[in-house]
T-cell receptor
């Protein structure tokens, strides 16, 4: 068990809808990262928050947004969903601030499988 | 973003054999190179990592070899076991940036 909790485990929705994915990081970790995993693209970095503030942005669509709350849990909001958004979404946490290096050991949750029908 | 090219995409190895996965990177500013292991239904987990000041690191049956001049690092799994069947990701953390993963290698170790 990595200590990172993601809910829900599975989500089935229709095109055009909006969903929220939730992540609780490991105790003491200030950074939360969101990744999207699909068969053809592998693990794609979406966005990172550190202690409530956005730290880094990757290949995140404008239809997607995220935030990190004062209790350090994070939510990833996906709106105007399309079929191509179907993927496994992972949250990871680390003690590091995202400046790279040996401290940036990521602990991943078990993911949320999103299916857009 | 930092590009990391991983090969092969998939690999089938017989039990007891050696599994070799390669990763090529572009950026020269780095602190370490980790490998993550992912089992079906689970998130990736750190398996082993190497710093650029050493050419090889071994942990049990897992070894990372690092070739700085070729900008490549490889994961070797000795005496591969069916329990090693998983997807393996290399990653490159450019300094002042976050982890960028390769596309993964699906390893199947046949009994």
């Amino acid at each position: 068990d990595s200590g990172v909790t993601q809910t829900p485990k599975h989500l089935i929705t229709a095109t055009g809808q909006r969903v929220t994915l939730r992540c609780s990081p490991r105790s003491g970790d200030l950074s939360v990262y969101w990744y999207q995993q699909s068969l053809d693209q592998g693990l794609q970095f979406l966005i990172q928050y550190y202690n409530g503030e956005e730290r880094a942005k990757g290949n995140i669509l404008e239809r997607f947004s995220a935030q990190q709350f004062p209790d350090l849990h994070s939510e990833l909001n996906l709106s105007s969903l399309e079929l191509g958004d179907s993927a496994l979404y992972f949250c990871a946490s680390s003690v590091a601030s995202g400046t790279g290096g040996t401290n940036e050991k990521l602990f991943f949750g078990s993911g949320t499988q999103l299916s857009v029908l | 973003q930092q590009q990391v090219k991983q090969s092969p995409q998939s690999l089938i190895v017989q039990k007891g054999g050696i599994s070799i996965i390669n990763c090529a990177y572009e950026n020269t500013a780095f602190d370490y190179f980790p490998w993550y292991q992912q089992f079906p239904g689970k998130g990736p987990a750190l398996l082993i990592a190497i710093r650029p000041d050493v050419s090889e690191k071994k942990e049990g049956r897992f070894t990372i070899s690092f070739n700085k001049s070729a900008k490549q690092f490889s994961l070797h799994i000795m005496d591969s076991q069916p329990g090693d069947s998983a997807t393996y990701f290399c990653a490159s953390p450019p300094r002042y940036s976050t982890l960028t993963f390769g596309k993964g290698t699906m390893l199947l170790v046949s009994p």
